[in-house]
């Protein structure tokens, strides 16, 4: 189990759901394209052309007229008169490096930052990212482009190591407020990160962000996340560094470390919800299409976004 993706995989996510039978020429060249259209970006204000109904497509764009024609069902198209910029914000920090089931989280953080970078190209949007959480390196800016520049630079930092330490601050904090300072208004701001912490210290940060700019949160969860397997006698490194032993067969020191995960889970949940964030979670052991692909269905379904 690689603990980072190849590049060649992170640039086949493209065609993953070319198998689904949509044409190369139409203006959403896949089902899980026109999903993030209808979720993320809503109806545009060019009209652009009339085409048949796939699955994921937003009914509220649904060519009646047309549909009764040929009785089969056909919805308008919109390009939206002005082009946005995409940002994906990839936690990149040590307890990335972890997973139990399925694959790492730093592997699957890139798989969906991937899928979500080529659905925004594919709609003509300007992608580009901020890793972040390394604190040897720094973060690494990518400026949103719209010729995939940015966006492969991103994915091809993804496939590399983090040379690792441990930050003096708060990484997450720290990329939300660059993202503030450094993203054009209106941009559309991805964070897929490792969120199994308490988030009262960044309502702030989010509720500015969301003034001015769309924001949606990606969890990236493994199940020793929330239920700490029995194990016996278990050392593990603290944000310190300092090693600590702990005996996972405590079933009482279990349900205390269960019930820590779901508070922070509660807490991130109610903040996403008081400011109408999107809160799509990926798990490791979990196929990375499917887990956006359930989140956007269930966002389209409860909001209107823009």
């Not at 969860?221 to 700490?228: K, M, T, V």
């Not at 490194?237 to 205390?256: M, Q």
């Not at 979990?286 to 209107?304: E, K, Y």
Request: charged residues 25%.
């Amino acid at each position: 189990m690689a603990l980072y993706p190849r590049l060649d995989d992170l640039l086949e996510l493209r065609h993953q759901a070319h198998t689904l039978g949509v044409a190369s020429h139409h203006l959403v060249s896949s089902s899980f394209s026109g999903l993030y259209a209808s979720v993320f970006r809503g109806t545009g204000l060019d009209f652009e052309e009339v085409r048949e109904y796939r699955e994921g497509d937003d009914v509220r764009n649904m060519d009646w007229k047309v549909t009764a024609r040929t009785n089969s069902p056909h919805l308008k198209m919109f390009r939206e008169e002005r082009e946005r910029s995409v940002v994906l914000c990839v936690d990149q920090g040590p307890h990335m490096s972890f997973g139990t089931r399925g694959t790492f989280k730093s592997v699957q953080a890139a798989r969906a930052a991937a899928l979500l970078g080529w659905a925004a190209s594919s709609l003509n949007d300007r992608v580009g990212g901020l890793l972040f959480g390394d604190a040897t390196s720094g973060p690494k800016h990518f400026r949103p482009t719209k010729d995939r520049r940015a966006l492969w630079r991103l994915l091809k930092a993804l496939t590399h190591a983090s040379e690792g330490g441990e930050p003096t601050q708060d990484p997450l904090l720290g990329a939300l407020q660059q993202a503030d300072k450094g993203t054009g208004t209106g941009s559309l701001i991805f964070v897929i990160a490792d969120m199994n912490r308490d988030v009262t210290t960044l309502e702030s940060i989010l509720g500015r962000l969301c003034q001015q700019h769309t924001l949606v949160l990606v969890p990236v969860d493994d199940l020793a996340d929330r239920e700490l397997p029995d194990i016996g006698q278990a050392t593990f490194t603290d944000s310190e560094g300092n090693l600590v032993e702990i005996d996972t067969t405590d079933a009482k020191g279990r349900k205390l470390y269960r019930e820590e995960w779901q508070r922070n889970r509660q807490t991130l949940t109610g903040v996403a919800n008081r400011f109408g964030i999107p809160l799509i979670p990926v798990e490791t052991d979990q196929d990375v299409h499917n887990s956006l692909t359930r989140g956007m269905r269930f966002s389209g379904r409860t909001r209107i976004l823009r």
